[in-house]
């Protein structure tokens, strides 16, 4: 029987593309030296047959009927951990693979350890360690007070022997921490190293869909894209989750970026507390810092995270540039929005910040990607760039398109009607985010125009 020779391909570590051949800069995404030497090996016979177990979700068999394909829907596992839980779609999925990206620190052992102790008592549970050592792991389960949680604990790097130890354990439930750690006998290259993260969370794949076992993958994100991030692995789970937040804060967030078994952009808050992560069932108001009194640059938004509504306070500092080309800084939101929302104020609000540098933050390590912050935004920078502040109980959102149009948003009634819940008293709106009847407790100030929300924020500061 011929031998099928080894392919090698070049993959990109900031958008998981596959090249023929290496080049400077990834065709797909555009990134530099970010192509790294894949190899790929063809199935041979022997480990052909070694598999022969783990044919996976697709092929196996003849057609179905779609009618008789039974959901997974029913057999879903709910951890009791009600945050995780919403950004999964309610629970795990058996066979499902579950990536979990996050800065070092930010708590992705803590929330998986968790997880797993969560489903110990009613499934088998494997916790698979390759970063910290067994004793480290079960300091931190005594410190989460789950030291008695029957979680079975492995310690071990090796592919082969994860998948051979499972093949007998049967987990219903496993968790590889972290995928960055793991390397297999089929690759030469270092562990880390691209190759390496993706032949191993392939093989952890086939084994998941072949057993029906829920896999949870733990991946560092570096800033740099030096490492092998997880970026190359999210066309291979099924759902990949994000953990954001500030490691030195309290708030922690979950976000679903891709989710075969639920809603994207779902969001799960925690607060890191001394006994670990807390659910936070009704986060909309813990980002707003109470100021003593109104202070420029600050605008309270009403944001939209998945399903809930979320007040968040945006900040801008608008100071003289020595520059010649003045900054622009954006945390926790689109910096090429910021430069394209600047021009628009300068066009068609007339106001200028050419020689001022202009920093926006959202306060609290929240990310907010909705178009909705744009009208905050630029009423919280020409707030500073004036100094004036704006009132305490205003709140904005609003998306503002390229001819200074002010437009609807999803969702306008349920963003005011929490503001109005949690005490605020005046809102600049999108007219076409006008509730009929209007909102009890809160006063619309209804615009259009970017002029006449600069107009509004002036009546009103
Ligand atoms: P960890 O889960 O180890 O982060 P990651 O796996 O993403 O690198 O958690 C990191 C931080 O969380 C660490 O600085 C300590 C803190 N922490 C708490 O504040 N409370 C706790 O109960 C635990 C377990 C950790
Ligand atoms: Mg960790």
New binding site residues.
Partial sequence: MARARARTVYVCSACGAESPKWAGQCPECGAWNTLSEVTVQPATPARAGARAGFAGAAGQGGPVALAQVRGAEARRLPTGIEELDRVLGGGLVPGSVVLLG????????????QAAAAVADRVGTLYVTG??SPEQVAL?AA??GLAQAPVRLLAETAVERILAESERARPAVMVV??VQTLWTELLQSAPGSVAQVRESAAQLTRFAKATGTTVLL?G?VTKEGTLAGPRVLEHMVDTVLY?EGD?GGRWRMVRAVKNRYGAVNELGVFA??????RPVGNPSAIFLSRHGAPVPGSVVMAALEGTRPLLVEVQALVDQSPLANPRRLAQGLDGGRLAMLLAVLHRHGGVAMLDQDVYVNVVGGVRVAETAADLPVLLAALSSLRGRSLPRGLVVFGEVGLAGEVRPVPGGEQRLREAARQGFAHAIVPRGNVPRGGVAGLELHVVTRLEEALRAAEALA
């Fill in positions: 996050g800065d070092p620190g930010v708590g992705k052992s803590t929330l998986l350890l970063e910290e931190r410190r989460l921490d972290s733990v560092h953990f490691p890191m507390t001394e006994q670990g992560l």
